[in-house]
Every structure is written in structure tokens, then in C-alpha cells.
């Protein structure tokens, strides 16, 4: 009877040790949050992560929402209102996000977190 008991004792504490790995290697969505920046002719750009795919722009000039992906150092935004896909080249440190469009068209540049 001891020997079922720490067997199951055993097995649960492994269960929950492979439980807890997984969860603390989880990938982080190191753009998410609220980031903003004056770009000029593009006026203030805001740009919102929300860390599970979604996302949204603001600038002087419109507001939409739209969808994300991130592998490597790649981005890829697609917004309600644009015909298809930007590709950005980003890099998050603290609390600066670079953005490049790899076409080089879209709105690029740097952008603070809120």
C-alpha cells in the first residue's frame, strides 16, 4: 500500500514539475504592449501588441485593427484596411520596438512603450 502511495505520489510530482517547465519556457510576445512614435509625416504612430495575434494602429490619419505573427526577428501585420501583409524586421530593447518594413513602404521606425 506505501509503495502505490509514493508511486502516485511520484508521478504527480512529476506531472507537475513538466507542468511548471513548460509553462516558465514558454515564448514571450516581446512586442506586446502599447508603443509610440512621431514620425513625421506619418504624424504620432501608436502602435498596440496585445500579445495573443491581435493588434491595432492609430496615426493622425486613420485607426484599425489587425492580426500578427512573429518568428525570429521577423513581424508580419496585416491591418483591416491594407491589401495585403507587411513583413517588418523589429527589435525590442527595454523599451524601444524598431520596426522596418522589408519593402521599405510601410511605416517604419522606432517607438516607445507606454
Known sequence: MKKNI???LAAMTLVIAIALAMVACGSKDAVA???TADLGADGVVTWEFNGSGKCSMKNTYMEQD???TIEGDQMTVKLE??????VYTFSVDGD???MNDNAGMGISGTFTKE
Not at 484596411?81 to 507587411?86: G, I, S, V
Open 6 to 8: 509514493f508511486k502516485t
Open 33 to 35: 504592449g502599447k508603443w
Open 66 to 68: 489587425g492580426t500578427y
Open 81 to 86: 484596411l491594407w491589401d495585403e501583409a507587411k
Open 96 to 98: 524601444s520596438l524598431t
